[in-house]
């Protein structure tokens, strides 16, 4: 058997060139035999269905024709975020820009824990960083795989610099990787304020900042993760000055509206934080992963600092390599600069920012049609792309069954929420190209799962 050819090198772009045809090939063909948002039969059929196709996963002898008959299963028992009625998490579908822009990083297989491993890749991540964090009203910024392990980062650094005592506070609507970050990082139990309205209200911050003794750590949300709802950032923000308490934001949903002139405003506030988390791969249309986050003070990040002498010696680092192993807690990762860098210098700016202001639009568009029909009930109006509305008088058992029987028919994946003591179907409007007649199709398809 021959040696099997590289991605890269000299043979590297001829090996791939028809390899790339039968992906995409594949990945046609299995959206074809899926036929909707979906795979058809639930958990156990979508389970056999790939265990028939895949076979033996480690056979003794290699089956050439195995990448495009992997890839068309995957893709047959995928859920594509593209699809208009695949609306329930913060899960976008990627721009193609950004998807070839990935493939060539798997191609080249930079790894940034070393200039010598990925000498371009480490002055695009600090020209990306740089533009990032200034677009928060911050001076730097980390790339991490997402929200999660930005949430970790920014209470990191909040206890280094503040010592093991320090006590999260935060809304019952906020994320749950922070108060799991509290606990993985062996802080003191977070003090979870209600939210009876979804947002962490400044009069009950206040009180719990005056009677807890600190130092404290606020985390406020602009977007939460069921509803898509922004709390007071600027209340909250002079509450954290006048107390003297660390202000930390999660934008990981909300962050994106920094790129629309119609949405910032929303986002007043956001350059008051230490730390503020984004991820674009949510309101960025980028493929997994994409997050960072944006620190205020840069000195915040020594914290990071990790010496290992094969990877930043002293005498290199004193010759001007730069050292790359302070910019993240992992060691090993990919240069996820690249497809945003793409992104941002192929839209803009302002090419971003539309996209941010359609999707903002369609679930207006999905509020007021919900209002048009006396068998649905609205919870509120959104705040971004997020739409909460359940059958009228259904019970919270009903709620649930309708999602689960859309979901195993493979007609639509919608997400669901407890808010105001109810159950609600979540809709998360990601997709750009979305029209008015796809929106009408989904309400269509919850009425006639309803029960009479």
């Known amino acids: 058997m021959s040696t099997p050819p590289l991605a890269s090198g000299p043979e590297g772009t001829g090996a791939l060139r028809p390899l790339l045809t039968a992906v995409l090939d594949a990945l046609d063909a299995g959206a074809q035999a899926r036929g909707g948002p979906l795979p058809a039969g639930g958990p156990e059929t979508v389970a056999a269905r790939l265990r028939a196709a895949v076979g033996d996963v480690l056979p003794e002898h290699g089956d050439p024709h195995a990448l495009p008959a992997l890839v068309r299963a995957l893709a047959e028992g995928a859920a594509d975020p593209a699809h208009p009625r695949c609306a329930a998490h913060l899960h976008c579908p990627p721009l193609a820009v950004a998807t070839a822009a990935d ?6 297989n930079p790894s940034m824990d070393s200039w010598d491993q990925a000498p371009a890749a480490s002055e695009l991540e600090t020209l990306v960083t740089t ?3 200034r677009l928060a009203g911050h001076t ?17 650094l909040a206890r280094e610099t503040h010592g093991p005592t320090l006590r999260l506070l935060c809304g019952a609507g906020a994320h749950h990787s922070l ?3 509290a606990w993985l990082l062996g802080l003191p139990e977070p003090v979870v304020l209600p939210a009876p309205t979804g947002l962490l209200d400044p009069t009950t911050l206040d009180d719990a900042l005056t009677t807890l003794p600190g130092p404290h750590l606020v985390a406020a949300t602009a977007g939460t993760t069921d509803a898509g709802l922004i709390d007071p950032l600027p209340d909250i923000a002079a509450l954290c000055h006048a107390h003297g308490a660390r202000l930390h934001i999660d934008a990981a949903y909300g962050g994106g509206l920094l790129f629309s002139d119609r949405q910032r405003p929303k986002l007043t506030g956001l350059d008051a934080a230490h730390t503020v988390t984004l991820d674009l791969h949510k309101l960025g249309w980028q493929p997994v992963a994409a997050g960072l986050l944006t620190v205020r003070d840069p000195a915040d990040l020594t914290a990071l600092h990790q010496h290992a002498d094969y ?20 060691t090993t990762r990919r240069p996820d600069v690249l497809k945003i860098a793409v992104t941002l210098k192929t839209l803009g700016r302002h090419g971003l920012g539309t996209l941010v202001d359609q999707v903002c639009d369609h679930a207006q568009e999905f509020a007021a049609l919900v209002r048009t029909r006396p068998g649905l009930e609205l919870h509120a109006p959104p705040t971004i792309s997020t739409v909460l509305f359940r059958p009228t008088g259904a019970t919270d058992d009903t709620v649930a069954a309708i999602r689960r029987r859309l979901l195993t028919d493979g007609h639509a994946v919608l997400g669901r929420a407890r808010l105001d003591g109810r159950l609600w179907l979540k809709t998360t409007l990601l997709n750009p190209h979305t029209h008015p007649h796809d929106l009408a199709a989904l309400l269509n398809l919850v009425e006639g799962t309803t029960p009479a």
């Open 140 to 156: 730097d910024a980390l790339v991490t795989t997402g929200g999660t392990e930005a949430n970790q980062l920014a209470l990191l």
């Open 131 to 133: 533009a990032l964090a």
């Open 103 to 108: 493939l060539a990083v798997s191609a080249l």
């Open 311 to 330: 990877l930043n010696a002293d005498d290199d680092t004193e010759a001007g390599l730069p050292d790359l192993l302070g910019r993240s807690l992992r």
């Open 179 to 181: 108060t799991r970050a």
